[in-house]
């Protein structure tokens, strides 16, 4: 058994300091020693997207990354977007163009959709469906979410005004 | 669906990290932006002994431009940092055109440039990237620094001439002439996905004639491959559309190998290399000609 190693990991805000196996997958550091559930696990090998969260501000996925190279990063997860009160511009956006179903694939968009918008604040059909080609929805189908992106550009844009 | 247990260095150096490699020898494996590897590892199909992870090797992380025109890239840059880049775009609009199709960007956002070369996976764009571009290897170890042609780097599938003490430190891509014209085709099942077969081309015109032509292809064989009918038979000569389909149809018969899978059949495949080499030729000659 390999050693344990000491991590200091940001996360929504809050500094985490653990030890940690090297080979315990950044999703499961996050979903089983912080209790953040929020953050999907699909296929745990990199191909749907469930488990995207935002890594020192870019989109990476969870699943495929190990909590020893977080250490010293700033994790956001899906628990950092807004709360039942007020949701997040783009939280709202789905849920007003019915953009999700089952909810399983839902924090994998909307944490893509996060760092997308932020680069990109009024994307077309087309940008926004390329935006999202990393993420798998099994229920639903991506017209919704495609709308929903571009919903929430909009949404966000007003916010700043 | 969880890797195997592993010992796990982190050095801040390179010299550290060949210093690591050199001690761990065949139970050592680097670990760049792990967007092949851990997944590998998760499904058990690759158990290291140990990794030697070179992230947070920042000395690594760089694109330079060189003084013929070309590019110095360190191994550990990001792809999403290649694809957003301005000088990259400026001198190496095939690199800006191909990247977008690397996988998705959460992806590319984590791996990097020199691991898909050390990968060898004869499905990637990058390794082929760097055939088309002939692109210098710079392979350094304790024992010293050496330079492999990218020609020569490719072994076999995920196979390099790269030792366990070796690393791969930095790719350098000499400058292209001016008037070079570039253009790259894929086609997948989808957008992200594994390319079932893939042509990139880059021609040099003289007047009406080619002056110099080279044609990648990947996905259809063990490593990417450097045809060679393009360069014997159109060098001198008119690109004409005849002239074309005619290398399209050679290439596609006797310079691939390509297998058949859940996918597609070979037979298909042959049919999409000789139909995407005669798009992409076709479309770096027009653009070789502005």
Redesign the interface.
Known sequence: ???K?KVKITVNGTLYEREV???L?LS?FIRHDLGLTGTHVGC???LC?AC?VL?NG????S????T??A?GADIKTVESLGTMEKMHPIQEAFQEKHALQCGFCTPGFLM?TV??LGKNPNPTAEEAR??I??NFCRCTGYENIVEAVQLAAKKMAAHEQ | MKPAPFDYFAPTSLEEALEKLTDLGYSGKVLAGGQSLIPAMNFRMARPAALVDLNKVTELSYIKPTQDGGLAIGTMTRDSAIEDSEVVKRLFPIIAEVMPNIAHKQIRNRGTFGGAVAHADPAAQIPALSLLLDAKMKIQSKKGDRWVDAQDFFMGPFMTVLEPEDLLTEVLLPGLVPGTGTSYKQISRQRGGYAQAAAISKVVMDGIKVKDVRVVLFSVAETPVLTKEPVRVLVGQVPTTEAIEAVAEYVAQNECDPGTDIHGTAEYRRNLVRVLVRRSLTEAVERARK
């Open positions: 058994m390999a050693d190693m196996e090297p080979r997958l499961d745990e090998h990199g997207g995207t890594m870019e989109a990476v996925r699943c495929i990354l190990f020893v190279m250490d893509t760092e997308y390329e935006a080609d990393g």
